[in-house]
């Protein structure tokens, strides 16, 4: 009796670590599936966004290609944006596409914040038709805020389209084109690959099965082991 307890709680342990172990194993494939296929969509010709709506959803990670204006009046700037270590905002900017009422939100890019939040950073804007490349997205990721609005913009922690078209009144294209173009702006435009974060899956399911097996050989020993004569 006295060592069905602890083989009931070393089974437990086994069977939780396993099975969490093989779960982040099926999320690594998931990921190295999703990045294949982002691979070969990334080498599609890309789509031209004027007037027509565009179905974002069906079109996700897809590249794109849009001239316009931009509108840097109805800057927007994305909470809590690590890039290497440091704190920033990814800028989100429209675009007014080139004969035509309607707009495009672009991320620009990244750059680093300041220590006083009411003072936002100052984005370079180069005037006139510009020709932007990018990646579409259905809208940016969601992430933890500290604050709703500053001073000469506004400081959100995301972003939709549809939400984005009625704070700034503008009629926006469903979909966020992150900028793959360079341009002389001091943004960065590193934006990570939709199926990176496998080899972390697949280190965390070391951890797991290390943990496992780490059970099993204890539980091995102190079942196993003789009583002194």
């Known amino acids: 009796m ?24 099926d999320r690594a494939h998931q990921r190295d599936a999703l990045e294949e296929k982002m691979l070969a969509v990334r080498s599609s010709p890309p789509i031209i966004l004027g007037p027509a709506l565009i179905e974002a959803k069906s079109l996700d990670a ?94 959100w922690s995301e972003v939709e389209p549809s939400q984005f078209s009625e704070w700034s009144g503008l009629l926006i294209q469903p979909l966020v084109l992150y900028q793959t173009s360079t341009a002389q702006d001091g943004l960065v435009r590193d934006w990570p690959h939709p199926g990176s974060g496998a080899d972390r899956n697949r280190g965390y399911a070391l951890q797991w099965f290390s943990l496992a097996v780490t059970t099993l050989i204890f539980w091995g020993y102190y079942f196993l082991r003789r009583k002194p004569a």
């Open 2 to 25: 006295k060592k069905i307890i602890p083989t009931l709680a070393a089974l437990l342990v086994i069977l939780v670590t396993a099975r969490l172990g093989f779960w982040q194993l």
């Open 62 to 155: 897809y590249p794109a290609m849009v001239q316009g204006e931009w509108v840097k009046e109805k800057t927007l700037f994305l909470d809590n944006q690590i890039y290497q270590g440091q704190a920033g905002f990814q800028v989100l900017m429209p675009l007014r596409i080139t004969g035509s009422d309607w707009y495009v939100l672009v991320n620009r890019g990244w750059i680093h914040g300041t220590n006083d939040r009411n003072q936002l950073p100052q984005i370079i804007t180069p005037p006139g038709i510009q020709t932007i490349s990018g990646i579409i997205h259905e809208r940016t990721p969601r992430v933890g805020s500290v604050g709703k609005f500053a001073r000469n913009g506004a400081i």
